[in-house]
């Protein structure tokens, strides 16, 4: 075979993954990059295949699960210490190890408003 098959395997080919946040404007379907930081060197996912993600709390993202990999034709192997579980505080734009639920509520990123407008 060739054609199609061969175009999505280059193509993937070219995947790398990255630790870029980016974030999606319901309102404009529109997708703008936020910045981050990472508190600890623990706290820091890198870039990862596959991931899942959860919203917690009120300025909480949960990701999870995944890989630890350059890109998709990397060697898979399993993550030193099990880090798979990483946390994302939305308000101050860093990866952190640190949950408090009832600190603050959400804040729409600057680099979201001035993506879609408004104030």
Not at 81 to 108: C, H, M, Q
Request: hydrophobic fraction near 35%; include cysteine.
């Amino acid at each position: 075979m060739g054609g199609l098959e061969d175009s999505a395997s280059a193509d993937i080919a070219k995947v790398r993954s990255t630790g870029a946040i980016w974030v999606l404007s319901i309102p404009s379907l529109e997708w703008a990059q936020l910045p981050s930081s990472t508190k600890t060197t623990a706290a820091d996912p890198k870039g990862r295949i596959s991931p899942k993600c959860q919203a917690i709390g009120e300025h909480y993202i949960f990701y999870y699960g995944g890989t630890r990999a350059e890109d998709y034709f990397d060697r898979i192997t399993c993550d030193e210490r099990a880090n798979a579980a990483f946390l994302f505080d939305v308000n101050t734009s860093a990866w952190t190890d640190e949950f408090t639920p009832n600190k603050g509520t959400y804040e729409i990123p600057p680099e979201v408003i001035k993506l879609i407008g408004g104030k």
